[in-house]
């Protein structure tokens, strides 16, 4: 039942804009996000998933209950105190597997679908690329890139690439 004063479903916020968040935020002992509500009522299984990933990822951050509802937002991350923050990053890390693209060396073919080995910040790797439409542009200079099963691939700064991998990409693009 919600609170009065308070539409039933409407999530709390965590903190008032511009304060302070205090949280109750610790892990179980399988790992598991624990979130103490004001209340007193434990939440096992919160699940910690941002509102803009890429394009705002310190702000709007959602926290949800292992059955999907949300239990509290939080306007912004730098507003944690570090051992709430330290938390919720590990969570979020994760959640997020977006490898960075620094490089490609090659691509089987410039028709679709085609095999890309590119150079990632977590190493060097493989995938197929579908279809043009899944590259997508994301801000200036950003690039989502999606490979058959659906992994996502950033390329941060399309201009920062070294001069093969732009050719390459740009035959895509």
Do not use: C, N
Request: charged share 30%; net charge neutral; hydrophobic share 40%.
């Amino acid at each position: 039942m919600s609170p009065p004063g308070r539409p039933k479903g409407e999530s709390r916020r965590a903190q008032p804009e511009g304060a302070s968040v205090s949280l109750d935020l610790q892990r179980d002992a399988f790992g598991r996000l624990l979130l103490t509500d004001a209340d007193g009522l434990v939440h096992e299984g919160v699940v910690p998933v941002r509102a803009f990933p890429i394009g705002a990822p310190e702000e709007g951050l959602s926290l949800l209950s292992a059955q999907g509802r949300e239990l509290a937002w939080i306007e912004r991350l730098d507003a944690l105190p570090p051992a709430q923050r330290m938390l919720l990053d590990e969570a979020l890390a994760e959640r997020e597997f977006v490898p960075e693209i620094l490089r490609l060396r090659a691509v089987s073919s410039f028709s679709t679908p085609s095999t890309w080995s590119v150079d990632t910040d977590r190493g060097a790797t493989r995938f197929v690329l579908k279809g043009e439409e899944d590259i997508r542009r994301i801000g200036r200079g950003t690039l989502l890139i999606a490979d058959r099963h659906g992994l996502q691939f950033r390329v941060r700064d399309f201009a920062a690439l070294d001069r093969h991998s732009k050719r390459l990409l740009e035959r895509f693009l």
